[in-house]
């Protein structure tokens, strides 16, 4: 790898709707990459196909960046020494080249009417404009040159479209897949400068990488086949010393791993496939995205790493430093990487373990104002997590887990309990009462102790007097460790809940 060259890279989505997995993973491994040597990561919003503009997609494309903590030096809305960021404020600079190709002979204007490229297509159903039928095109190659300059002097619409050479082999160097060959006859003559004087990607792509010096791209593996079109405009433009290397991303496949993974396959399967939220603005419909489904960005960056990437080991949980230490182009797979869901469950499962209480209490605090609890203290919430952190697989399922730290229980799972109900388990519970009520110190451990003594001497089963004890804490039988759970609660809300309880058992056995 050539490290002369600063380390530059780029992530260039278009804001067309909700950001794909896929494209957070790529711009993941340019962050990575970027830090990795010391480099910049740069956000370049390619927005000049006008027809696919979606409102609001910048805006969330930048927040799904800082969501997941790899936030760009230079971007649209932080700038940099290299701006604009947005192809579309770049406009003016992109007409010049497309002009120079077309006077180098590397390029030449075409005339052809939509209507006739409609002719075209319904006599030809594969059509391509390329070397096979250019010259009976309508364009500067098949025209005079006195009778294109009339068309352009008489202002008649034209695209600048690339000649694309006959039979010439066109190589990249790619760092994930070695050297890649295309057949340059097999390309067609890609437009690059539209009717509007907008360029196409394809140009626009070229010009900016270059104009932003960027010395590496990492990119999906559908970007392939435009290669050979990026890599002669390199060439023609006569800036083929400063191209940067390029990294073609393998694609991440459906969970059987027939074919490219979609947001309909995630529809379709009930998973989220875009990083956050995303709202259609034109039919209001909402896509969930991770971040609502309750992953932790930590666990997100994690999967999405390993996604098509691994440093060799069994190592599977990174820390976004740590991937920045261990990332390594020739670890990157040219397979394609199937996703799947249980796994992404896994992770947040695993990070969530891991997380720091401080960093989440706001946000279950949130989850606990939403179900009408407004006043739980962080002390007591964070109790309460230390006791339930092993058991969420979502942040939003500590809801489930742990409602009943916050209000008593609804009902009962009587029919655990009734059918051996008895007189001596009444006496038993109100004595326990009674004595619970001056019980010191109020630790779960002391506690246990003294509940499990007193079942001795009573000389009723372990089983049939701890069951009880839970369910008129929590309502049933789930929950974790019930001694941990009493200690919680505090000796009032215990005893209340315990009293409580008692009167529902006794008036269900009768
Ligand atoms: N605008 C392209 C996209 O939406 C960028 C492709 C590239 O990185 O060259 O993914």
């Known amino acids: 790898m050539d490290f002369n060259k600063k380390v530059r890279v780029r992530f260039a989505p278009s804001p067309t709707g909700g950001l794909h997995l896929g494209g957070v993973r790529t711009a993941l491994f340019n962050y990575l990459f970027a830090r990795q040597h010391g480099g910049s990561f740069v956000l370049r919003i390619e927005d000049t196909d006008q027809t696919r503009f979606v409102p609001g997609a910048e805006a969330y494309i930048q927040d799904c960046l800082a969501w997941c903590g790899i936030e760009p030096d230079e971007s649209p809305e932080h700038g940099g020494d290299y701006g604009p960021y947005r192809q579309s404020d770049r406009k003016p600079s992109y007409r010049q080249?497309?002009?120079?190709?077309?006077?180098?002979?590397y390029a030449y204007y075409a005339f052809d009417t939509a209507e006739e490229l409609d002719a075209q297509r319904k006599l030809h159903p594969n059509f391509r404009y390329s070397h096979e039928n250019r010259l009976q095109l309508r364009n500067s190659l098949s025209l005079s040159p006195a009778e294109a300059r009339q068309l352009l002097d008489a202002g008649h619409p034209y695209v600048i479209r690339i000649k694309m050479p006959i039979d010439e082999t066109i190589s990249l160097d790619d760092m994930i897949r070695g050297t890649v060959s295309f057949d340059s006859s097999l390309t067609d003559d890609k437009v690059l400068l539209k009717a509007d004087g907008m360029p196409t990607y394809h140009l626009a792509v070229v010009v900016d990488d270059y104009q932003m010096a960027i010395s590496h791209v990492f990119r999906g593996e559908e970007w392939l086949p435009s290669a050979p079109v990026h890599i002669l405009l390199w060439e023609y433009l006569g800036w083929r010393e400063a191209m940067p290397q390029w990294a073609h991303l393998p694609l991440i496949l459906k969970p059987d791993g027939n074919g490219k993974l979609s947001k309909r396959d995630g529809d379709r399967l009930g998973f989220p496939v875009y990083a956050m939220n995303w709202q259609d603005p034109k039919t209001g419909t909402i896509t969930k995205g991770f971040r609502e489904m309750g992953f932790l960005p930590e666990a997100f960056v994690n999967l999405l790493a390993i996604l098509g990437w691994n440093d060799g080991s069994d190592q599977e949980l990174f820390t976004l430093d740590e991937l920045i230490g261990k990332f390594s182009t020739e670890r990157i797979s040219k397979a394609g990487a199937k996703f799947d869901f249980e796994k992404a469950k896994w992770f947040n499962h695993e990070w969530i373990k891991r997380s720091d209480d401080q960093a989440i209490l706001p946000r279950l605090n949130a989850l606990l104002a939403n179900n009408g609890i407004r006043d739980a203290n962080d002390k007591y919430l964070a109790d309460v997590l230390a006791l339930v952190k092993d058991r969420l697989t979502f942040l939003p399922d500590f809801w489930e887990q742990a409602s009943f730290f916050f209000k008593r229980p609804d009902g009962?799972?009587?029919?655990?309990?009734?059918?051996?109900w008895s007189s001596e388990k009444t006496a038993f519970f109100l004595d326990m009462i009674a004595k619970l009520e001056n019980f010191d110190p109020w630790h779960s451990a002391e506690l246990e102790s003294f509940y499990k003594l007193a079942i001795q001497a009573s000389g009723m089963k372990m089983g049939e007097l701890m069951l009880p004890f839970r369910i008129m804490l929590v309502g049933g039988k789930f929950g974790p460790h019930v001694f941990d759970i009493a200690a919680s609660?505090?000796?009032?809300?215990?005893?209340?809940?315990?009293?409580?309880?008692?009167?529902a058992f006794t008036q269900a056995a009768h």
């Open 412 to 420: 009962y799972d009587l029919a655990s309990v009734q059918p051996r």
């Open 489 to 503: 609660l505090g000796r009032e809300e215990t005893v209340a809940r315990m009293k409580i309880g008692l009167e």
């Open 97 to 105: 080249y497309a002009e120079q190709l077309v006077a180098d002979g």
